[in-house]
T-cell receptor, first 117, second 117 residues
Framework: AQTVTQSQPEMSVQEAETVTLSCTYD???????LFWYKQPPSRQMILVIR??????QNATENRFSVNFQKAAKSFSLKISDSQLGDAAMYFC??????????????FGKGTRLHILP | DGGITQSPKYLFRKEGQNVTLSCEQN?????MYWYRQDPGQGLRLIYY???????QKGDIAEGYSVSREKKESFPLTVTSAQKNPTAFYLC????????????????FGPGTRLTVT
């Protein structure tokens, strides 16, 4: 079974600085998707960024980028120029390419990010 | 606007009572999911459904039941058999099948906070 591990329960970063959130996963599959979700205090889950496993190029979305290391099964999220609105719980998630009825997303336990003014 | 609605936002029940949480989506998504979120636990999958009139147990299905009579609706019943029902419940939906990457993320509702005393 696939697992997703976020080893940092909490992190803090100074406003305008850069922070990297770690995520590792375990799978025997070669084709899958990876996601980072953000959950602010409102508790609404928001997709931050996505990565398809067969693509070598790291995904970027404005100030958010990932470092995808397939061989190492690592998928870290880098937030540049941190802003107060980035304060949230961040979840790393894994999804197999849907091929059968067993189609679900596996979430890590989350990293709570604090932004220091 | 398309999206997922969950009602109510806060729900209070007495121990021993069954309670049903509503989840409706107008995104025309095939798959729907229920998650439970507890502090420090991340998101844990309760039930999911990929098609009308079919659903599968997730990792923590005991004490819960669901139905999927309509594509847009996936209500969750928390029964009196659930030992620790107080939690935050999230409903999500997604497209399934061999589609493009940006159609494989899950979209989340705003959640329902259930308190049982």
């Amino acid at each position: 079974a696939q697992t997703v591990t976020q080893s940092q329960p909490e992190m803090s970063v100074q406003e305008a600085e850069t922070v990297t959130l770690s995520c590792t996963y375990d799978t025997s599959e070669s084709d899958y998707y990876l996601f980072w979700y953000k959950q602010p205090p409102s508790r609404q889950m928001i997709l931050v960024i996505r990565q398809e496993a067969y693509k070598q190029q790291n995904a970027t979305e404005n100030r958010f980028s990932v470092n995808f290391q397939k061989a190492a099964k690592s998928f870290s999220l880098k937030i540049s120029d941190s802003q107060l609105g980035d304060a949230a719980m961040y979840f790393c998630a894994y999804r197999s390419r849907p091929l059968n009825r067993d189609d679900k997303i596996i979430f890590g336990k989350g990293t709570r990010l604090h932004i220091l003014p | 606007d398309g999206g997922i609605t969950q009602s109510p936002k806060y729900l209070f029940r007495k121990e021993g009572q069954n309670v049903t949480l509503s989840c409706e989506q107008n995104l025309n998504h095939d798959a729907m999911y229920w998650y439970r979120q507890d502090p420090g636990q991340g998101l844990r999958l309760i039930y999911y459904s990929q098609i009308v009139n079919d659903f599968q147990k997730g990792d923590i299905a005991e004490g819960y039941s669901v139905s999927r009579e309509k594509k847009e609706s996936f209500p969750l019943t928390v029964t009196s058999a659930q030992k620790n029902p107080t939690a935050f419940y999230l409903c999500a939906s997604s497209i399934t099948g061999q589609l493009r990457i940006w159609e494989h993320e899950q979209y989340f509702g705003p959640g329902t906070r259930l308190t049982v005393t």
